[in-house]
């Protein structure tokens, strides 16, 4: 079983369509996350959910409204995409948030592209 | 605030040479610090990582790599490099007191040459 499990792998869309990514982790964990790789592989947090409840949202566009339905589950809505959307979203979970909250764990990424 | 600063965007060795990336962080409280490697199309996977106690670090696939607190620095080495070892590789540092999020560094990517 993927403890970290995003769909879809790939996703390729129009300019101003609106899209989702789902995140599921069966780690038990509390705390999930999400963090966008742009084209020069740099990694960046854009959201972080602690039982359902948002605890970190750097500064990201409101096109991007990130849903948490239960704390096995965190979601991603893009809406209105632009092609700077382009990039790999990681989701990502640790057992508790805060530093000794436990590592992350990865999943293996959705490419996104937006033409 | 943390920061990371990966000295390199690109690294290149010769097979069976040492590798050497090298990671400077800052951190207002004490860090943790992380090396995670990523191979082309696939997410990211743990090398190491140091919390607390001994500062030398041992992760898979031979690396390692040492906190000094002194310097501000977590480089990671290899004493031989495999093809195997080309891909990116990305520091981290959590050093917040709230909120578990990390703070990359923007990689670099090694080159094994043959």
């Known amino acids: 079983d993927t403890a970290v499990s995003q769909t879809p792998k790939y996703l390729v869309t129009q300019m101003g369509n609106d899209k989702s990514i789902k995140c599921e982790q069966n780690l038990g964990h509390d705390t999930m996350y999400w963090y966008k790789q742009d084209s020069k592989k740099f990694l960046k947090i854009m959201f972080s959910?602690?039982?359902?409840?948002?605890?970190i949202n750097e500064t990201v566009p409101n096109r991007f409204s990130p849903k948490s339905p239960d704390k096995a589950h965190l979601n991603l809505h893009i809406n209105s995409l632009e092609l700077g959307d382009s990039a790999v979203y990681f989701c990502?979970?640790?057992?508790?948030?805060?530093?000794?909250?436990?590592?992350?764990?990865f999943g293996e990424g959705s490419r996104l592209t937006v033409l | 605030a943390q920061s990371v600063t990966q000295l390199g965007s690109h690294v290149s060795v010769s097979e069976g040479a040492l590798v050497l990336l090298r990671c400077n962080y800052s951190s207002s409280v004490p860090p943790y610090l992380f090396w995670y490697v990523q191979y082309p199309n696939q997410g990211l996977q743990l090398l190491l990582k140091y919390t607390t106690g001994a500062t030398l670090v041992k992760g898979i696939n031979g690396f390692e790599a040492e906190f000094k607190k002194s310097e501000t620095s977590f480089h990671l080495t290899k004493p031989s490099a495999h093809m195997s070892d080309a891909a990116e590789y990305f520091c981290a540092v959590n050093g917040e007191t709230s909120g578990s999020r990390l703070t990359f560094g923007e990689g670099t990517q090694l080159t094994v040459n043959p």
């Open positions: 990502a979970s640790s057992q508790h948030a805060g530093l000794a909250g436990g590592l992350p764990t």
């Open positions: 959910y602690n039982n359902k409840e948002l605890i």
